[in-house]
């Protein structure tokens, strides 16, 4: 496998001998991109490139064809968050902070304080939406989502979640998720066998991308009978542009517009990739 087609990738898998659904995601150009759009400290960086690949894991649950967005919002030093995957595998994210001043040590409670995730699919074609929303007053991400889908959906999961900056300032993130299939129960004795199997899963040989994600998965879950389907594959790519800008103008007062300018020119900055337009007088009459 060649390595390009070994990372930035959500695959989905079965484990019938033990009734249960998975899901890997491998995140590496994707997370790289998107956080190095912005200049984040360290804790910061590090938590947005596992919610970048939990989000893409959540994603990855559902049928559907339009956006899927994951969003935090609390009153810790991380005061939101926001990333969102379309059905092709496209991605974006970032975050607003408080303070720019945050310790590297700093825990997941430290980060989001009082708080709530919320995720959201909207269905373009159809225009559906879903919404789930879970506190963030958890010890951790993965205490977070397995709490939603335990007391939501009635669904028992588990889900590691890993992440790592290596030397050449690469972000690395993966998330491996098993959960109960709606249509059946998981007895007890089925899940601390599944419990014992991720036990032995390291970070660093989950993060180590030049392990196929196939012999990841069968080396790790061959007694269960893993059947490994198609994997999507993942790009960041943000969805802004000078034409979408023009379409949100539009709605604004002439008056508005004018009280935007500054030395005869508006300026504005996608918060996402941190990409900066620029309109200038002529742009802008040809708006109204």
């Not at 969003?71 to 968050?81: E, N, V």
């Not at 290596?166 to 599944?194: F, N, Y």
Request: hydrophobic share 35%; charged share 20%; aromatic share 10%.
């Amino acid at each position: 496998m060649p390595y390009s087609q070994a990372t930035d990738l959500s695959v989905p898998f079965l484990l019938p001998h033990l009734s249960l659904r998975g899901r890997l995601v491998r995140l590496q150009n994707v997370s790289t991109t998107i956080i190095g759009q912005h200049d984040y400290p360290y804790a910061v960086a590090k938590i947005l490139a596992e919610l970048l690949a939990t989000g893409a894991t959540l994603a990855g649950l559902l049928k559907y064809e339009g956006i899927f967005t994951l969003q935090t919002k609390s009153d810790g030093p991380i005061k939101l968050a926001v990333l969102d995957v379309t059905n092709q595998g496209h991605m974006r994210g970032y975050t607003q902070l408080k303070s720019n001043e945050i310790k590297q040590n700093i825990s997941f409670a430290e980060l989001f304080g009082q708080g709530y995730l919320a995720f959201t699919v909207d269905q373009v074609t159809k225009g559906d939406r879903y919404q789930g929303i879970v506190t963030l007053n958890h010890e951790s991400l993965a205490s977070s989502i397995e709490h939603y889908f335990d007391q939501s959906e009635q669904l028992e999961s588990r889900i590691c979640i890993f992440s790592e900056r290596t030397h050449e300032d690469i972000w690395k993130s993966g998330v491996l998720l098993l959960q109960e299939m709606p249509s059946k129960r998981v007895d007890e004795e089925a899940w601390s066998h599944a419990e014992a199997l991720l036990n032995t899963l390291s970070s660093q040989e989950f993060l180590d991308f030049s392990i196929p994600y196939k012999t990841l998965l069968t080396n790790l879950f061959h007694e269960a009978g893993v059947t490994i389907f198609e994997p999507l594959h993942l790009k960041a790519q943000c969805r802004c542009s000078k034409e979408r800008i023009r379409v949100f103008l539009d709605t604004l007062s002439p008056t508005e517009i004018e009280s935007l300018l500054e030395n005869g020119q508006l300026k504005m900055t996608c918060e996402f990739c941190n990409h900066h337009y620029t309109f200038d007088r002529k742009d802008l009459m040809t708006v109204h």
